[in-house]
Structures are given as structure tokens and as C-alpha cells.
């Protein structure tokens, strides 16, 4: 650990917690930072859970050579050429993931289990979709991806890398494909992107106390609500169709920068320090967190043995390890006391990045079993974003596997049609004896305290996903073949 003045000096585990020297000395530096290790969740390959759609997800994300509805906008807008009908559709989902962490202390204590206790994230979609003709179709709606929530203890042996979490991103905008030759579709989409985070947590003054076990004394609660309203948004697909029975999707969405805006706030209330300072509770009304996200591409080759079945196999690949410093500027915190005198937090900190890169595998398909009912299925495999010596659970993201059921149906002449699915994600059991994930340590004097290893311990998790959605075509159609003609009920 390295001091404020880049100095590497740390607190001799002899040395009282709460000694004179400490009390009448506050060197205080990065806390914003902590919001950075808080805020990492968005950054990760688990951030997206699951690819979001009803029907999507009813085929575990392999849906890019064979998307045709409204949410090819998200992968693949080309897929858009298949729409055959003016349509409106909207749809709910929700998002869960349990997890369950047995922690073990420095001093070897198995410590009370922390378990996740936030009830399932709601994910809505929203579009219209309609050809022009045969060789043009539009789309415009609303789409997100799933990302589950989180709620512990907030005195839990989770806290000082989460207490609460919740993330919203989404994408508004309008898309087009073409198709210049019958072999080949272009598409395209071009809108709005927002991200808002909320996030707690808790950071220490002390470190843990001479055995090892942690100190809630030197406790301080982090907060931040931070949100990048608008961010221009834009992706890119493609469909080859070689043979009838073929066809090849490529898409890319390529990185963005959030500048996520919005207050900050540290908590002394319950800290030692506190009757040592102004006031319990410091406010930034205005900080700034830069936040990239890598490319997405993806890939898959569906074929159809029959006119009524499809199945693909669909790879998605997203750099993180390619990701830059997280950066968080514009921060105005000065902390003042009788004893501490008056110390500001630097206006500009940085952390460096630890993911690995993300691939994830798919296979699904679908099945019209009748002209008015399609079946879906798929699974997945995803290799995750981060080491299991690097996870903690702010985010529980090591390799995955998902299955999905899915299917459609189409009511009132063909003009209703009703799509349904469920999901369940299947995590590793971890055993992590060799965890880099510590507590974040604000020092009090020009030495840093120690801080305790709060990753080392068993980690169970699982999720699923469920979701509905309602379209209404405007002209009577009844499902034909999967990506072919319809014909009148």
C-alpha cells in the first residue's frame, strides 16, 4: 500500500488503532474513489447478464442470424427485412440472481452468510416495426439489456465491497435495413443511450483490528447516484443468405463513454472520528464517472433443415480487458474538524481496469409445431469477466451457463401475438483462498492501515430470467414458415 505522497509505508499491526496521533492528523485522500471500486459492476461481462428480449432470450441469445422482430434493433437490425406486417409490441421482464457468500476473515473466522436480498430488476421493451417494401424495413423503439439488482446487509460481511446496487441502462432510437440484392440485407440503428448507477458501500479508517476481524468503528458509508442521460448510439449488422436454407449475421456495437453525472456523499455517523469532525455527513452535489464499455461483436450461422425449423449457433465476443483507467473528475470534498484542520480530496482519481476479455457461445433454435405455435430453446456458455481471485460481490461474474424455453403463439386471425420465455443461470460453486479483493482504507494519518481481504470465502449463485411480450400487427397474418411467406388464416 502506498501513501498520499506515493511513499510505501504501512501501520505496524502493534500500533493502537485510535492513538493520539491518528486522532489529531487526518490526511484524507481519494474517498470518491471508493465510489469507482463501487461503480465497477457496470463494467464487467456480468453486467450484461443476459441479453435482454423475450424472444431472444427464449433461444439463450443465439437470435443474430435469425432475429425478424422489433428488438433485431439491439442484434442484428438487419433482421428487420423479415418483419412482414406493421406491428406495436411491448414486453416485461424480470431479472434475478441469488447469491449466497460465506466469507472468512483475516483471523480465519467464518463470518454470518451474506445473501442477496433485492426482489427481481423489471427490464420493459418497447417498439414499432413495418416494411416498406420488399427490399426496406423500420423500426423505432426502446430497448435494455437485463442486469439484476442487489441489497445486503448493511452491517453484513459483504459491505465493504457492496451494500446496495442498482443499474439501469437503455437505448431509444430508430432502425433501417436494406436489402440491395436477395442474398444480402444491411442494417442499421442510430439513437440515444442513457446509464444511471446507484450504488453503496462502506470503506474504513482503521483496517481491521490487530487479530484480523474487522472493526466497525472505522466504518464510513459511500454513496453515489450518478446518471448520463443522453449518449449518441448507433450499431451495424449484416445477413448473407448463400443457400434458402443459410443464413450468416454479423453485428457490432461499438464502445461508449458514459460521463455519468450526479452526488456523492461520505457518512461518519457511527465512526469513531465522527465527534471529530463538523458535521457526520459530506456531500459532492456534482462528480463526474467516466465509464466505457467495449465493443460487442457478434456472429452466428443459422440454418433451417425444414421450413419450420431453425437452429444457429451464435458466438459473442467483448473486449474488456482493453478497457482504460475509470476515471472520476470535477470532485469538490473538503473535510474539516477542530482537530483535522481542513482537507480536500483530490479533484481528479483514477483506477485501473483488471477484466479479461468475454466470449460467450450459444445454440437455439425454434420450432413451428403449428401454424399458430412456435417452440424455442437454447443454451449458453460464457466464460465471464473476471478471475475468481478477482471477484467480489459487487460482481459475481465467473463463467456461466444459462437454458432457455421460449415460445410464440398468434391469437385473434393472426393480428395477437403473445411471446413468452424463462431462463435459469448456473454459476460455479467458488472456493477463494487467494482473494485480491480488500477493503478500500481512507488513512487517517500519512500511513495506510492494513486493509482486510474482504473476497476469501465460498460464493454460490444462480439466477434466472422471465419475460412476456404482446405484439399487435395491423394487417391479418398467421405464421407460415420461420423467415419465408405468411399466408392469410
Not at 475509470?326 to 483488471?354: A, H, M, N, Q
Not at 393472426?414 to 448456473?426: E, K, P, T, Y
Not at 449463485?461 to 398467421?478: E, H, P
Request: glycine share 10%; proline share 8%; net charge negative.
Amino acid at each position: 500500500r502506498h501513501s498520499p505522497d506515493g511513499s510505501n509505508t504501512t501501520r505496524s499491526r502493534g500500533t493502537p488503532r485510535h492513538s493520539p496521533a491518528q486522532r489529531g492528523s487526518l490526511c484524507y485522500p481519494p474517498p470518491m474513489l471508493t465510489l469507482l471500486l463501487a461503480l465497477l459492476p457496470a463494467n464487467a461481462g456480468g453486467y450484461y447478464y443476459s441479453d435482454s428480449g423475450v424472444v431472444a432470450a427464449g433461444r439463450a441469445g443465439a437470435w443474430v442470424a435469425g432475429a425478424d422482430t422489433q428488438f433485431a434493433q439491439y442484434y442484428n437490425p438487419a433482421g428487420l427485412i423479415r418483419v412482414d406486417a406493421p406491428s406495436f409490441s411491448a414486453g416485461l421482464s424480470g431479472v434475478q440472481q441469488n447469491v449466497r457468500f460465506d466469507r472468512v476473515d483475516d483471523a480465519g473466522n467464518l463470518l454470518p452468510a451474506a445473501r442477496n436480498q433485492a426482489p427481481p430488476f423489471s427490464v420493459p421493451q418497447l417498439g414499432f416495426a413495418t416494411p416498406i417494401n420488399d427490399k426496406l424495413g423500420v423500426a423505432f423503439g426502446f430497448n435494455s439489456p437485463f442486469a439484476p439488482s442487489s441489497q445486503y446487509d448493511k452491517e453484513g460481511a459483504q459491505r465493504y465491497s457492496i451494500i446496495e446496487t442498482t443499474i439501469w441502462q437503455f437505448a431509444i432510437g430508430g432502425s433501417v435495413a436494406y436489402r440491395p440484392v436477395p442474398w444480402l440485407t444491411v442494417g442499421g440503428s442510430v439513437g440515444g443511450q442513457s446509464l444511471r448507477i446507484d450504488e453503496q458501500l462502506k470503506v474504513t479508517i482503521t483496517g481491521p483490528d490487530n487479530d484480523g476481524v474487522d472493526d466497525p468503528e472505522g466504518d464510513v458509508l459511500v454513496e453515489a447516484r450518478t446518471w448520463d442521460e443522453l449518449k449518441p448510439w448507433w450499431n451495424l449488422g449484416v445477413l448473407i443468405e448463400p443457400h434458402e436454407r443459410v443464413t450468416i449475421g454479423l453485428s457490432m456495437t461499438p464502445p461508449v463513454r458514459f460521463v455519468s453525472r450526479g452526488p456523492g456523499l461520505l457518512d461518519f455517523s457511527g465512526n469513531f472520528l465522527e465527534d471529530q469532525l463538523d458535521q457526520s455527513v459530506w456531500n459532492d452535489e456534482d462528480v463526474a464517472l467516466n465509464v466505457s464499455l467495449p465493443v460487442i461483436l457478434r456472429g452466428g450461422v443459422a440454418v433451417r433443415p425444414d421450413p419450420a425449423a431453425e437452429l444457429e449457433l451464435a458466438v459473442v465476443w467483448e473486449p474488456w480487458s482493453s478497457l482504460s483507467d475509470i476515471e472520476v473528475e470535477d470532485i469538490d470534498v473538503t473535510v474539516t474538524g477542530p482537530l483535522v484542520g481542513s482537507r480536500e480530496v483530490p479533484e481528479k482519481l483514477s483506477l485501473p481496469s483488471d477484466f479479461r476479455n468475454n466470449v460467450s457461445v450459444r445454440l437455439g433454435g425454434e420450432w413451428r409445431v403449428h401454424r399458430q405455435v412456435e417452440v424455442r430453446a437454447g443454451a449458453m456458455w460464457e466464460r465471464g469477466a473476471l478471475f475468481p481471485q478477482n471477484l467480489s460481490l459487487a460482481l459475481v461474474d465467473p463463467w456461466k451457463v444459462q437454458t432457455s424455453l421460449g415460445a410464440s403463439a398468434w391469437l385473434i386471425d393472426g393480428r395477437l401475438r403473445i411471446d413468452g420465455m424463462s431462463s435459469a443461470l448456473f454459476f460455479p460453486r467458488l472456493e477463494i483462498d487467494d482473494s485480491t479483493v480488500t477493503q478500500t482504507v481512507i488513512p487517517i494519518t500519512a500511513s495506510v492501515p492494513d486493509p482486510a481481504v474482504v473476497g476469501n470465502g465460498t460464493v454460490r449463485s444462480n439466477g434466472w430470467t422471465a419475460g412476456v411480450r404482446l405484439a399487435w400487427g395491423f394487417t391479418s397474418k398467421t405464421r407460415e414458415t420461420l423467415h419465408g411467406t405468411t399466408r392469410e388464416p
